[in-house]
């Protein structure tokens, strides 16, 4: 796929969208949310810790603390919606929204990332990207967020 997400400002912050139809069930989708082996496959981390609701996770890229994430599931409606604060290291938590819905050919998957710091939105916008694609079936490319960057930081900059 390659739907560039709509970004948007978020107060002094950033925010970015993404509105994804995938050919598999809610359910399905779910599980490659919230399932470990699952996570791994798609967004290449290791996730330690239950998905439940007000559980404390982490995403595990690498041992450098930039590589990690920290997650409180703040809510949790199987299989429907995901509700995550995420904070990288040194940085203010963010949330991130990941709603799914029936739809015709399949689950409509709404990501929404918000409460992004300056420095962080266009990467993490080209990032999400990425990995929504793989998650759709593309296959795993390095540094691939790299040449959507560009795309994102124009956007960033028209707002």
Same mark, same amino acid.
Request: glycine share 8%.
């Given at each position: 796929?390659?739907?560039?997400?709509?970004?948007?400002?978020?107060?002094?912050?950033?925010?970015?969208?993404?509105?994804?139809?995938?050919?598999? $069930?809610?359910?399905?989708?779910?599980?490659?949310? $919230?399932?470990?082996?699952?996570?791994?496959?798609?967004?290449?981390? $290791?996730?330690?810790?239950?998905?439940?609701?007000?559980?404390?996770?982490?995403?595990?890229?690498? *041992?450098? *603390?930039?590589?990690?994430?920290?997650?409180? &599931?703040?809510?949790?409606?199987?299989?429907?919606?995901?509700?995550?604060?995420?904070?990288?290291?040194?940085?203010?938590? $963010?949330?991130?929204?990941?709603?799914?819905?029936?739809?015709?050919?399949?689950?409509?998957?709404?990501?929404?990332?918000?409460?992004?710091?300056?420095?962080?939105?266009?990467?993490?916008?080209?990032?999400?990207?990425?990995?929504?694609? &793989?998650?759709?079936?593309?296959?795993?490319?390095?540094?691939?967020?790299?040449?959507?960057?560009?795309?994102?930081?124009?956007? &960033?900059?028209?707002?």
């Amino acid at each position: 796929m390659t739907d560039l997400g709509t970004v948007r400002r978020d107060g002094d912050l950033g925010a970015v969208r993404f509105e994804r139809l995938y050919a598999a $069930t809610p359910e399905e989708l779910w599980s490659a949310w $919230t399932e470990p082996e699952r996570i791994s496959r798609w967004l290449g981390a $290791t996730l330690t810790g239950p998905i439940e609701p007000g559980a404390a996770v982490r995403l595990v890229w690498g *041992p450098d *603390p930039d590589s990690q994430v920290d997650l409180v &599931v703040t809510e949790l409606t199987p299989p429907h919606l995901l509700q995550w604060q995420w904070t990288i290291a040194g940085q203010p938590p $963010t949330v991130l929204r990941v709603e799914l819905s029936p739809a015709v050919g399949g689950t409509l998957l709404v990501l929404d990332h918000s409460g992004l710091p300056a420095a962080q939105f266009p990467g993490l916008s080209a990032g999400w990207h990425d990995f929504l694609d &793989v998650l759709a079936g593309r296959p795993p490319a390095e540094d691939r967020w790299r040449e959507l960057l560009p795309a994102y930081r124009e956007q &960033v900059a028209a707002l």
